[in-house]
């Protein structure tokens, strides 16, 4: 069990650029959720993946930002036309079905310059 | 959407003492979990303890117990013995246990622990 591995850990990019993180969750966890945190703030919700399907998403979830799960294993969170207000520390969690606690990763950092 | 609320966003203990962290919550549900979690500085968040809305029993997890008050909408967090290892933010979480409110877990802004030796 090596935890949650989300890549990269930071990135900078300017406005207008496509970003992508990757999130491996934990192998026998089914369930896979990415948040969003800025400064000061705690974790919000943006959307979550049962297996391959994507179950539930946010509000904040924007057109310009899209997640898959093709395989059921590791999830991808692509944001298009980047805008400074995306910047923010972008985590992915995993849990196994039934499950009620969440295992973090270190999180993905974007800075949009 | 059930909203969480941690009214103090920094806090000091000394290393040995207790500190408690206060949380309360708004939700008509009465089937739900409550949790804290710990995120120290540029490292992954981690669970500190949890507690389900139906158990009266408040939760303990050797250093750490909560004062769970249902009726109240209120979860705190009592950290005993604190060590510099504590210093970190604590954030403290909603989850329903209605799958037609979603799996996703609400969480308050949080409170930084600062701890003086």
């Known amino acids: 069990d090596t935890g949650v591995s989300q890549n990269p850990r930071h990135k900078i990019t300017k406005r207008g650029q496509n970003v992508t993180f990757r999130c491996d969750p934990i192998s026998e966890h089914n369930r896979l959720y990415w948040y969003r945190q800025t400064l000061g703030q705690g974790p919000e919700f943006l959307t979550y993946f049962q297996n391959e399907a994507q179950l539930e998403k946010s509000r904040l979830l924007s057109d310009r930002f899209s997640a898959e799960r093709p395989k059921g294993s590791f999830s991808t969170l692509e944001i298009q036309r980047t805008e400074q207000g995306d910047s923010a520390m972008y985590l992915c969690a995993s849990s196994r079905s039934g499950a009620n606690v969440l295992t973090f990763g270190a999180g993905s950092r974007l800075t949009v310059l | 959407a059930q909203t969480v609320t941690q009214s103090q966003p920094e806090m000091s203990v000394q290393e040995a003492e207790t500190v408690t962290l206060s949380c309360t919550y708004d939700t008509s549900e009465s089937d739900y979990y409550l949790f804290w979690y710990k995120q120290p500085p540029s490292r992954q968040m981690i669970l500190v303890i949890r507690q389900e809305a139906y158990k009266q029993q408040n939760a303990t997890e050797n250093r750490f117990s909560v004062n769970f008050q249902k009726a109240a909408k209120s979860f705190s967090l009592k950290i005993s013995d604190s060590q510099l290892g504590d210093a970190a933010m604590y954030f403290c979480?909603?989850?329903?246990?209605?799958?037609?409110?979603?799996?996703?877990?609400?969480f308050g802004k949080g409170t930084s622990l600062l701890v003086t030796p």
């Open positions: 979480a909603y989850r329903s246990d209605n799958s037609n409110s979603g799996y996703a877990l609400n």
